[in-house]
Every structure is written in C-alpha cells, then in structure tokens.
C-alpha cells in the first residue's frame, strides 16, 4: 500500500519563501504529514542549490546536510557564503520509520542585501523637512533586453507606498517602527512582473513624522531604494536613489497638519486632489511639475545599519460596508461599522470640484448621535482626516498612511446624501493569520473568543501595540500577555514576538532597565517613565516563546539583556532584609495589578514584584542552563533561594496564611497570593488554605493579574471556578463585555477608556487550552496534554491549535451517558490524554475506532500496541503516538 507520508510547510526563519534573508545564522523547517498512527521521520537531509535546473539535477552546489539522524524542529543553515540578492532554492528529504524516502516540492528563499551590498543613496526633496512631511519621488528608467528577475529592496523614514507603472507594491505601514540608530528595517519585492521592455516609471510616496511620538523613535527624513535586474542573457543592472530622481514641486498632502494624538502617533492626512499632477506615476510624465531630489547628507553619514523586515507588513484583511446612525443630514452623516477595527474608511463619491469631505473617527457618539472629539478616552479635535476633490467622475480615497481605529466615522462637507456602495470601512493590521479555531455549543463562549481574535488583529500593526488608536505603543507587560493568544492561535507570530525582544534589546537603558514603551522618543517630555515590573516581563516573555519554538538560537540572542535587567534589581537587594526595594523616583510607576488596581504600594518593598523577581531569576536559571553556562544557573539557584527567604520572613503572615502586599502592610490581595501560589512561594503546609482563600475571592484581580488568577485555578483542580469566572456575564468579566454589545475586549473590566486593549484577550487562549483541552506539555509540542474541561450545559467543543509539528485538534462531545471525543496529533509528537471518571463505583466502557480499550473491569488487551491505557481512581490516561483516534466512552 502506498504510504501517505509528505514533507510540506517548507518555511526560512519560520517564513515561507522570504525575499530578504540577510543574517547569517538562518535555519530551515518544515512539518510532516501523515495519515498513520505512530509515523515520524527518523532521518532527514536538505539541499540547497543556486538554480532551480541544478536542484532538478541533483546538484546541490550552495549546501548539502547529508542523510541526518533525527527529527529537528529547525535545522541551522551551515553551507558556504551566499551572495546578496540572490534567491536559492532548496528542498528536503525525509526517511520514516519504515526507512522509505520521500522529498518535499522545491522551495526557495532569497538573500537580502548586507551592508556592503548597498549601492543606494538616502535621498530627500530640496526643500527643508518639517514635522508631518511628505515627498513625492519618481524616476523613469529603460529597459532594452527581457528580465528574467528584478528585485526592489526599498526602506524610508518613517514611511512609504511604492510603485512600479502604477502599480502599488507591498502593504501597509511600511517599514515598521525601530530604534532607526540600531536597525532600519527594509523591504524586499520582487517585481519581475510589472516592468516591461522599453521605458519604466517608479515612483514612491514617503511620509515623515518627525514628531518625538510614543510609539517611533526620530530620526531624519529619507527614502532609499535599490532595484537589482538579472536580464534573460544573465546579465545584470542597478538602479538606485541618488539625485537623478525627481521631486513633484506640488504635492496633493499638506504639510505640517496637527497631530491626531496627543502622544503624536499620526497626522492628520489633508489630502488636495486638485494638486496631482495627472500621469505622474507613467513614463513620459512631462517636465516642469518636478526638481532634482538630493542626497540626504546626514542620514547619509550616520549609516544606518539596514536588516531586512521579517515581520509581516500590513495587510487589508476584509471590508465592512457600515450601516447609517446617528446624524443622517446632507453634508453630514454618521456610520457604524459595528466593531472596532483599526484601519480606515474608504470613499467612492462622484467628484465635485473643491468640494472637501472630512471623516473624523471615535469609539462612540455623543447623545446627539455625532461622532465624539476624542481618541478612545482622550480627548482630541483632530481625530480625523480630509479630502478635496479635483471633480472626476468617480474619486476614491483612503487615508491609509497611518492605522486609525474606530468604530463610527462621521462624513461631513458632501453636498449630497451617502448612500451605503459609497464607504467601505478597511480593516487592516500586520497579516498575522489566524490559524487556530475554537467553537462550541456555548454562544457566549464563541464570542468572548471572537472577540479576542479581533483584538489581537487590531493591536498588531508593525509592533505588539497596547491598544490602536490612543497609544499604539509596545509596552512588555502588554506584549506578553498578548503572547498568550498570538502563540496558540496565530501563524507568523514568531517574527512578531521577537521583533519585541529586539527593539527593547535596542532601547535598553545603560543601567540594563527598559523604557516602559519601544520604539519611542523616550527623551520627550511625557514618553520618559519607567516601570520596574514591566521589566520583568522581558524575561518571561522570552522563556515563553523559547518555550513554544524550543528554538536555542532565540536564547542565545536575548540572553545577555535579559540577564542584563534581572542584574540591575539584583544588585538592588536591601543588605539587611534580604528583599529588593520599589523605585524612590516619584515619576516611576509601581503598577500591580492593572488597570486601577487595588493592591497596597505604600510600603518599601512590594511583594508581587519581589515574587515576580524570584520567578524570573528562575526563569533565567533556566536560560543559563539551556545553554550551557552553569556557573550562571548556579548563581541564580542560589539567589531564587535566598529571595524565597527573605519574602517569606518579612512578606508572609503564616497566622493568617497570607502574604501582605507590601512590607509592613496590613492589606493581603488576592492577586498577591496569587502569584505567590503560583511561583511556588506558599509553604507546601499552607497551599491548600491560601487556594480557598483565593477561590473565595472572586475575580478581584485586574487584568494584569487575572491571567494568573485563571492559571492557578485551571491548574489545581478548581477549573470549575475558573470557567465561571470566564463565562459570568455581571461585572467584572469578559462575558460582561460582551452582553454590553462589545465586539472587542476592554483595556480592564469597567467600561471606560479604551475598548479594544489586547492584553486581555488571552481568554482565546484559555479556552481552548484548558476547555478544549490542548496543553503544551514538552517545549516545542514534542509532548502534548489533551485534558478537556467539561462544564455542565455544554453539549460540544472543539479546537485547535497549529504548532511547529503541525496541527492538533480536539472535538469532544457529550450526552446523557455518553461521551465522543475525536483527536488528532500531528507527527512527531506524543500526547496524554486524560479523561475524568464519574463516582467510584460507577460502570463504564472505553472504545477506541470501536475496538474496547478499557472499562471499569480493566484494561483491554487488544493488541492496540500504539495506545498505552492507565486506569487512576479519579481518571484515565491514555498514552498516545500521533495520528487520528475517536474514542467513545459509556456509563451507566
């Protein structure tokens, strides 16, 4: 019989065919497939070639691994030097259990440029640059023989459109925001397709900010952008920025308009079509309408290092066509799009010359049922952008240079009533796709889910923001709970999750602390505060993604400022009491839990940081072992140990079974026994006491806290509690939100200020991890824990999780007497699967695929060999290989 085993998924740094790659240190993936039970690879090989042809022939002239043992989830790049711009193809062959070869299709991936490829200037318009600048750029070139390739490898500060004849390329908010001083990011097109023999015309659009905003770090206006040409005959051309590309002398975006934000994220677009000199994008574009563009002198020199973008860029996930509210009179008139969404409102309308259409956005509309001034809980009178129109037929505009969000967006200045194919709302964020799933026989439970997965979407637009339309700033505690759902449910979130390590590894102060956002102007007044337990979420968001990738590389880049941060509080440590001491700075921020927590923080020494700090010195203990440095790992024993010693002498009232919140305080918080359980802090004699004592207290803790709250009940037998915790619909809670008609989930639990803060949209997570069932149980899903929840009036649940081996899904079932429950495991891995037993006594019957695997008689021995079953007092466990299984399970 044939076998189904297939080798797919071929990705490059966890891409699938990168246009950029210019590290040197790069690692290969990819996943099997199998319909057997208990298949995996036992050896592997890749090859790399330089052509296509050559990989056909066999000849693997860049690298070939030769036949290896194992069943890697990565293997590192180790061939010769490869060239920049160049694309390389590679493929994988892969031997099973039963030793049969199968190769995976040809994949490719190509190099990026290194800094010695570079051939571009850094050019700008002649005039002098101001805040909310834009220049337009073009240059004409000939092509006189057939291109079998054209790569353009293109960056500007802070942003740009490109295009090529007309074309737009690439997508949104491009480059993505960095420390500009450390590494500028570009992008990488091949664009092969849109030139033609004979003349060309590319032209680019760039915006600069300029403005010390919370979410970019200045830097000077620029644009950049080298096109490498290999021609049917193998030869090659160049075409760079340099002061033979023009400048349009009048341009349609004003200059200098306000900031839409106080924390001065974008500016609003003022856009004159009027001004547009028609066909300024073809070749042959008449002269008179533009100036020579010039070098850019100091950014020239400051030699910005230049990496290529490996987060995904913005994409245009989906239009919604809003429904009229509120104010409907000519000239003005307000529509919902029925949700928060970030992205922008898109108009069609019959052109009327000078006429100018303004839309400004909100979360909400005042009681005249116009659109508030304000961005989410600030207020602004600037929130929005203007068009005026030249008088075409048809004029279609977006504002789309920056990410707004909103719900309502109010039209004001059309003479003329809108009607509904006129506005489309754009939903645009970083194309991080959605590959997991959740469902279940519980409506409410769907859509606390839904409405997760739409915050997560909203706040990731070139960086992890904490919300998209006041801050759009990356905070670490932020990013780290948003980790949560990223990890389980999205695909691309890797490039994300690190991109957050690098740019606070680039923005780490000389005293090893973080800003408490990056990228950001931090020197500007307002952007400059600091917060010591943000810091600390440094470290364990690190492990947390080292953990999902089990990729050692990642340790092996973050380690030093890691260990760096945990040093500064170290060195801290109170001589006499042992404990490490909060801030005396009066501008700092002792945040736990948030938002408006209620824990005490009047007294010296805080007790959730000091328990934070202890997790995260373990955290890097783990670290140090990982790789290898023992005489680090012992270092940080020792110091867990001692910390431990000082909380519990100084922190805890064994009396009471309760650890104050601060030194000296009388208050005891449930979110700071929280993480004390947790962390394993709580004598063992104590930990059954302190639990109750957090069960008793509902959910107390904010949103910062609540996380560990749900963990530390999901963990140690009180999933019922935490379930209704998740699913209550009276305040506080995330079924509240959703029985107020929100869509997304709110910065806390009170229904105010932002309404779309992904930090707390882990609850996606928990749903499926916990009820669903599908845990991680070895670091890289090599080992999985299948331990459904079921709670009394669900019916079904189903859900799935794709991970570095493939997908694992989970549907489970259940009736009077009966329960169904079908699993699948990816190959290469393993999973447990535990299923709880009704009352001693009772009498039941385990099927799998129909053949009896078990009863309250016993294990069957059925000669099921791929199936190992253990029978417990309170549940049963079944030890599976991969593949797919149905199970039946009957009691009388």
């Not at 970019?216 to 340099?242: H, K, S, W």
């Not at 393993?830 to 039941?844: C, F, H, I, K, Y």
Request: net charge negative.
């Amino acid at each position: 019989m044939k076998s189904s085993y297939s080798i797919y998924g071929l990705r490059v740094n966890e891409l699938e065919t990168p246009l950029g790659i210019d590290d040197d240190k790069f690692f290969f993936s990819w996943k099997i497939d199998d319909a057997d039970r208990g298949e995996k690879q036992l050896f592997y090989r890749i090859v790399v070639a330089s052509s296509a042809e050559l990989l056909t022939e066999g000849i693997a002239d860049q690298w070939d691994s030769g036949k290896q043992e194992g069943d890697p989830l990565r293997v590192a790049y180790e061939g010769g030097a490869l060239g920049g711009g160049c694309r390389y193809w590679w493929k994988v062959e892969s031997w099973n259990k039963q030793g049969s070869l199968s190769a995976s299709s040809f994949a490719y991936f190509d190099t990026g440029l290194r800094q010695r490829d570079w051939k571009a200037s850094w050019i700008w318009k002649a005039a002098e640059a101001q805040l909310n600048d834009f220049a337009y750029f073009r240059k004409e070139t000939e092509l006189h023989k057939p291109v079998t390739r054209a790569k353009i490898f293109v960056s500007a500060h802070n942003s740009y459109q490109l295009f090529v004849n007309g074309t737009r390329i690439g997508g949104c908010g491009s480059p993505a925001p960095s420390h500009p001083r450390k590494r500028k990011y570009y992008l990488a097109y091949d664009v092969s397709g849109l030139l033609v023999e004979g003349p060309n015309c590319l032209t680019a659009i760039v915006h600069y900010l300029g403005g010390d905003g919370q979410n970019y770090v200045n830097g000077l206006p620029g644009f950049l952008l080298q096109m490498e040409i290999l021609y049917a005959d193998g030869t090659r051309d160049c075409e760079v920025t340099d002061p033979s590309w023009e400048t349009l002398d009048v341009i349609p975006h004003a200059i200098g308009t306000p900031f839409q934000q106080f924390r001065r994220l974008s500016a609003i677009e003022d856009y004159d079509a009027t001004k547009l000199p028609e066909h300024w994008m073809d070749a042959g574009f008449p002269r008179g309408f533009t100036s020579g563009a010039v070098i850019a002198p100091e950014l020239q020199s400051q030699a910005w290092l230049l990496k290529w973008q490996q987060i995904p860029e913005g994409i245009e996930e989906r239009l919604i066509v809003p429904v009229a509210t509120g104010i409907q009179e000519v000239g003005c008139q307000v529509f919902d799009a029925g949700l928060i969404v970030s992205g922008w409102p898109r108009i069609s309308l019959s052109g009327i010359a000078g006429v100018s259409v303004q839309l400004r956005y909100s979360e909400d509309l005042d009681e005249a049922g116009h659109v508030k001034h304000n961005v989410t809980n600030e207020p602004s009178e600037f929130y929005y952008d203007r068009y005026t129109m030249r008088g075409a037929e048809l004029e279609t505009w977006a504002p789309d240079f920056s990410y707004k969000a909103f719900r309502y967006v109010e039209i004001t200045g059309y003479p003329e009533r809108l009607s509904a194919d006129q506005l489309v709302i754009v939903s645009a964020h970083t194309a991080i796709v959605h590959e997991g799933s959740f469902n279940s026989s519980d409506e409410l439970l769907n859509r606390i889910y839904d409405a997760c997965i739409q915050t997560q979407k909203n706040n990731t637009l070139g960086l992890l923001a904490d919300c998209p339309h006041r801050e759009q700033a990356q905070f670490l505690a932020d990013a780290d709970l948003q980790a949560e759902t990223l990890l389980y449910q999205f695909g691309q979130s890797y490039p994300v999750l690190e991109k957050v390590l690098s740019d606070f590894s680039d923005g780490q102060r000389e005293n090893g602390t973080f800003p408490w956002v990056f990228p950001s102007s931090f020197d500007y007044p307002g952007f400059s505060g600091w917060i010591p337990e943000w810091d600390l979420h440094y470290c364990s968001l690190l492990w947390k993604v080292y953990e999902w990738s089990h990729h050692l590389q990642l340790l092996q880049t973050y380690y030093v400022p890691a260990k760096r941060m945990l040093d500064f509080y170290l060195n801290l440590a109170d001589a006499e009491l042992g404990l490490i001491p909060k801030s005396s700075q009066a501008s700092d921020w002792h945040i736990s839990d948030h938002p408006y927590q209620n824990i005490d923080q009047n007294g010296d020494f805080l007790t959730v940081q000091n328990i934070k700090i202890k997790h995260i010195i373990d955290l890097v203990g783990n670290m140090a072992l990982a790789l290898g440095y023992e005489n680090d790992a012992s270092y940080m024993r020792r110091r867990s140990q001692q910390l431990q010693e000082a909380i519990l002498k100084h922190l805890y009232r064994s009396e009471q079974k309760q650890f104050a919140d601060c030194y000296m305080s009388q208050h005891s918080h449930q979110g700071t026994n929280v993480v004390a359980y947790q962390y394993g802090i709580v004598p063992p004699e104590h930990r059954e006491e302190v639990l109750e004592s957090i069960i008793s207290g509902g959910l107390d803790c904010r949103t910062l806290l609540a996380l560990n709250l749900l963990r530390v009940l999901f963990d140690n037998g009180a999933e019922a509690e935490a379930y209704r915790l998740i699913h209550k619909t009276d305040q506080p809670g995330w079924g509240y939100m959703i029985e107020q008609g929100s869509r997304t989930i709110w910065e806390g639990f009170n229904d105010m200020e932002s309404h779309c803060h992904a930090w707390n949209a882990y609850p996606a997570r928990l749903l499926v991890e916990y009820l669903v069932g599908i845990q991680m149980a070895a670091p890289g899903w090599n080992s999985i824990l299948i331990k459904p929840f079921m709670p009394e009036g669900i019916t079904f649940m189903e859900g799935s999780v794709v991970t570095s081996r493939g997908r694992v899904t989970v549907r489970w079932e259940t009736s009077p007497g009966s329960l169904l429950l079908d699993i699948d495991i990816p190959p290469g891995s393993t999973a447990d699967v535990v299923l709880p037993l009704r009352s001693a006594g009772s009498e039941w019957v385990l099927t799998e695929s129909g053949q009896n695997i078990g009863s309250d008689s016993g294990v069957a021995h059925n000669g099921a060999t791929l199936i190992a079953v253990e029978i417990n007092e309170d549940c049963i466990v079944i030890g599976l290989e991969s593949g797919s299984y149905w199970f039946e399970m009957h009691w009388k």
